[in-house]
């Protein structure tokens, strides 16, 4: 069972930046895609990103591409996203994932574990 924890999250106007953390405990971390997700209210839950087992890939929504970036640190059971250029329409609660299976899925159904969400606002 893994249990995952984001931080990071707060206000901010639009055009700065925000870094999410997610820390990972109770399993082998390494083995675990993962990935970011957002849900904004009235909205179902969209994918951001996500991260290969080592950190050497990457794929992003277009939405977000050019201007967020996730890594990850396997020594330290963490992964973070990077946010910048943020616009009010990033406004949402975003949450970590751990997958088990394998990398690329877009899909919240792929996604074996999920932190608590963290809040990011962005005001115009």
């Known amino acids: 069972q893994v249990q995952l924890v984001e931080s990071g999250g707060g206000l901010v106007q639009a055009g700065g930046s925000l870094r999410l953390a997610c820390a990972a405990s109770?399993?082998?971390?390494?083995?675990?895609?993962m990935g970011w997700f957002r849900q904004a209210p009235g909205k179902e839950r969209e994918f951001v990103g996500t991260?290969?087992?080592?950190?050497?890939?990457?794929i992003y929504a277009d939405s977000v591409k050019g201007r967020f970036a996730i890594s990850r640190d396997n020594a330290k059971n963490t992964v973070s996203l990077q946010m910048n250029s943020l616009k009010p329409e990033d406004t949402a609660v975003y949450y970590c994932?751990?997958?088990?299976?394998?990398?690329?899925?877009?899909?919240?159904?792929?996604?074996?574990?999920w932190g608590q969400g963290t809040q990011v606002t962005v005001s115009s």
């Open positions: 109770g399993g082998i971390f390494s083995r675990y895609a």
């Open positions: 991260i290969n087992r080592s950190g050497g890939s990457t």
């Open positions: 994932a751990a997958a088990r299976g394998s990398f690329g899925s877009s899909s919240p159904r792929s996604y074996d574990y």
